[in-house]
């Protein structure tokens, strides 16, 4: 299956990333090529995260790349990354993606 960025998803690294340079912090790209090499498994095995709690209703899942959760979607021919969001804050009612 292809892996596929949504728009959302890349907004939410670049954020990640500005929030973690503006924290000066060391490990900005250790931290940001984790979250993406964390989804490669999705190639293969697209099911392996669990359903998002937060969201019955909706076809979406999980991964867990802490201190991120990162939500996705498997389509027909491709898995969508629909979100990167940190584990300590609550995701909205109504999915944003």
Known sequence: MNIVWSEPAKYDLS???DYLTAQKSLYIDDLLERIVARTAILETNPYVGSPVPEFPTYPYREL????YRILYEVRTNEVVILAVHHVRRRLPSTPRF
């Open 15 to 17: 954020a990640i990333r």
């Open 64 to 67: 867990i790349e802490l201190p």
